[in-house]
Antibody, heavy 124, light 107 residues
Framework: QEQLVESGGGVVQPGRSLKLSCETSGFTLRHYAMHWVRQAPGKGLEWVATISSDDGIKTHYVESVKGRFTISRDNSKNTVFLQMNSLSPEDTALYYC????????????????WGQGTLVTVSS | DIQMTQSPSSLSASIGDTVNITCRASQDIRNFLAWFQQKPGKAPKLLIY???SVRRGVPSKFSGRGSGTEFTLTVNNLQPEDFAIYHCQQYDTFPLTFGGGTKVDMK
């Protein structure tokens, strides 16, 4: 049974950093691209970042986080990360980690399994 | 970036009704369109991928159709567990983009 558990969220001041983790189980992480998707309170879904399968050579980001966020993976630890720097109030959201539907891809498939999310609140 | 526009943004329906939700893409996304269901306080759940392929384990009451720029999700015989928010997503091109969501509530 595929499971994803996010952690690392919390309340942080503007301009500070936070690192989210997504621990996975029930599938072979290295075979799948992985996504981070966020949802601001009461709002819709916004894709944030994707990392390709295997060694994660290819990454993609939504424009608003380019240069500030970095997605990475440690297949040996079955974990995906999202390093978030220079946070702003607009980054306040529930951050979901999700597994790509396709295997061995750059991440151009829909997310099929999702975690329950970790809440990031950026406020002074 | 490809903009995804869902309509309506909300609708009210009764048990047993059939509802249709539309998603329009700002450019051709071929058939790379997925639909998700999200219930309050829960993560989204993938229902349909590749426009019309129903994910294993999802009831056949959910169906999708379309191509290019216009897509539709149909939910037949609406039941209490189907009242939720539905999201479309294009995965043809990065950045991946979602529609604004359609809230289906009880009339």
């Amino acid at each position: 049974q595929e499971q994803l558990v996010e952690s690392g969220g919390g309340v942080v001041q503007p301009g500070r950093s936070l690192k989210l983790s997504c621990e996975t189980s029930g599938f072979t992480l290295r075979h799948y691209a992985m996504h981070w998707v966020r949802q601001a309170p009461g709002k819709g879904l916004e894709w944030v970042a994707t990392i390709s399968s295997d060694d994660g050579i290819k990454t993609h980001y939504v424009e608003s986080v380019k240069g500030r966020f970095t997605i990475s993976r440690d297949n040996s630890k079955n974990t995906v990360f999202l390093q978030m720097n220079s946070l702003s109030p607009e980054d306040t959201a529930l951050y979901y980690c999700a597994k790509d539907f396709l295997g061995y891809s750059d991440g151009n498939g829909p997310p099929d399994y999702w975690g329950q999310g970790t809440l990031v609140t950026v406020s002074s | 970036d490809i903009q995804m526009t869902q309509s309506p943004s909300s609708l009210s329906a009764s048990i047993g009704d059939t509802v249709n939700i539309t998603c329009r893409a700002s450019q051709d996304i071929r058939n790379f369109l997925a639909w998700f269901q999200q219930k309050p306080g829960k993560a989204p759940k993938l229902l349909i991928y590749s426009t019309s392929s129903v994910r294993r384990g999802v009831p056949s009451k959910f169906s999708g159709r379309g191509s290019g720029t216009e897509f539709t999700l149909t939910v037949n015989n609406l039941q209490p567990e189907d009242f939720a928010i539905y999201h479309c997503q294009q995965y043809d091109t990065f950045p991946l983009t979602f529609g604004g969501g359609t809230k289906v509530d009880m009339k």
